[in-house]
């Protein structure tokens, strides 16, 4: 069946295989932008923050601007160099990548937190393969200023109980300015 299509197609005069490719071309660009661009915008689309209406728990002076929005991400586990793949770490980075900027864009929260296990090899990396993973980390997740970030360290990122060091603890809290001691509030909340 194959090779009936193909002799069909060398059958045809020059334009109308021009005319064909070129609809091959548009079609197959239309489905890859389709599926690696727009279905962020698609799906997150349809995402909404719940509406807060007024009841026994807000006082008179709350209003929707003491309403806080929060995302809430967790494991994402950043490929390293040791158990990563280039093209699964191309795949996911790009995936991870869209959909939080989509999402940022669209529903603009307040603060993002990410619960920990940003990084899968965290708990081996050199210090060079740390450097490069923190980079790809900036790039992907960076933020407006009007959004806070707020990283929870896991153990893929410094470790198990005994594989942790104060330097690789010390290394993710000056790298997220966030010690696991730390309590937030904000908006009250």
């Known amino acids: 069946m194959l090779s009936s299509s193909s002799t069909t197609v060398k059958n045809l005069p020059l334009k109308k295989r021009l005319y064909f490719l070129l609809k091959l071309v548009c079609f197959v660009s239309s489905v890859l932008i389709f599926c690696e661009f727009l279905i962020y915008y698609v799906v997150i689309f349809q995402c909404r923050w719940p509406e807060v209406k007024g009841g026994a728990h807000m006082g008179k002076k709350e209003t929707s601007t003491s309403v806080l929005k929060a995302i809430i991400l967790a494991d994402t586990h950043l ?6 793949h280039w093209l699964d770490k191309l795949r996911r980075e790009w995936q991870m990548e869209r959909s939080f900027q989509t999402a940022l864009w669209l529903l603009q929260p307040d603060i993002v937190f990410i619960l920990g296990d940003v990084f899968d090899e965290g708990k081996w990396s050199s210090p060079q393969a740390w450097a490069d993973d923190v980079r790809r980390f900036r ?5 407006p200023v009007s959004t806070e970030l707020v990283v929870i360290v896991g153990n893929h990122d410094i470790g198990f109980h005994y594989e942790m060091t104060a330097y690789k603890v010390n290394r993710f809290e000056k790298l997220f300015n966030f010690t696991s001691g730390k309590l937030i509030t904000r908006k009250g909340i």
């Open 139 to 143: 790039k992907m997740f960076k933020y």
């Open 79 to 84: 490929l390293g160099e040791i158990k990563g």
